[in-house]
């Protein structure tokens, strides 16, 4: 099992030149659960998980894990705690799978450190969990997006922190793979406590699979909680301006959400919702 660590935000300040994008943000991560972070397009979601990893300065405020500071933090210390997939990477030309895999293991190498049969352990691990032992030695600018989406994710496993931030995990894949990726990623928190933060654009795969849910708009926390306290039709509205409806999901018992159209007409997505592992 992983050590709980507390991941948060105080009065959170974010932007880029002129831009400011996150304003006065609260924001506190639940240790050991799955949280996902939702919201319009351009919200900040992504720019706030940059800064949670210590990619991005705060204008004000402050990201504390454990009570200190991540921009304090040196990246190879930070990065034996708190893991980042990054929306759209990109890897270095020629790289074979397992190469990139293998660099989630570079937190773990010291200065005269050398290659151990621990880590040849967590890349086979990591290959393994996603369906991408068959890949190994082939060259990553080879493979399909959805491919490439699975290796990334593979190398975040390899890195075996117990925080895990990804941004649009399910990117590039198709129902059947995004189903695959979010069973993965709850079997790992389930099975090793691992907290798990991802920004997700569907809402009913968010609810379905998380713990919490975060709604970001106008820069701050919406709403924050369960997913049956969060996904309403009135947040709905709120944060993405579309009207809907929200019923009992048949397979899960959480939350639904069915948009309504122009005409409307409720565009029912129920059937498009593979079976979750319970």
């Not at 069973?183 to 099975?191: E, Q």
């Not at 939350?255 to 592992?277: D, F, T």
Request: hydrophobic fraction near 40%; aromatic fraction near 2%.
């Amino acid at each position: 099992m992983t050590t709980e660590h507390l991941l948060k935000a105080e009065n959170l300040s974010l932007g880029y030149k002129e831009r400011t994008v996150i304003e006065g943000l609260e924001l506190t991560v639940t240790p050991g659960k799955v949280t996902a972070i939702v919201g319009a397009n351009a919200c900040g979601k992504s720019t706030l998980l940059r800064s949670m990893s210590r990619l991005l300065s705060p204008r004000k405020g402050q990201v504390l894990l454990d009570g200190k500071e991540v921009h304090k933090t040196a990246a190879k210390e930070l990065a034996r705690t708190l893991g980042l997939l990054p929306q759209s990477p990109i890897a270095p030309e020629g790289i074979t799978v397992t190469d990139l895999v293998g660099r989630g293991r570079h937190p773990h190498q010291g200065v005269f450190s050398r290659w151990s049969a621990q880590d040849d352990a967590a890349v086979a691990s990591a290959l393994e969990a996603t369906h991408t032992v068959e890949l190994a030695d082939r060259a990553v600018d080879e493979l399909s997006g959805g491919q490439r989406q699975r290796v990334w994710i593979a190398m975040a496993l390899a890195q075996e922190t117990d925080l895990l931030l990804l941004d649009e995990p399910t990117t590039f894949l198709d129902v059947q793979h995004q189903v695959e990726v979010l069973d993965l990623l709850t079997d790992l928190n389930r099975s090793r406590g691992t907290t798990v933060v991802m920004v997700l654009h569907d809402l009913n795969l968010a609810a379905r699979y998380c713990d919490q849910l975060i709604a970001i708009a106008d820069g701050k926390v919406h709403a924050a909680g369960d997913p049956a306290d969060v996904l309403t039709e009135d947040m709905v509205r709120a944060v993405f301006g579309l009207d809907s409806k929200v019923i009992t999901d048949p397979t899960s018992g959480g939350p639904l959400m069915l948009p309504i159209g122009r005409h409307h007409m409720v565009a029912s997505a129920a059937g498009e919702l593979p079976e979750h592992r319970s």
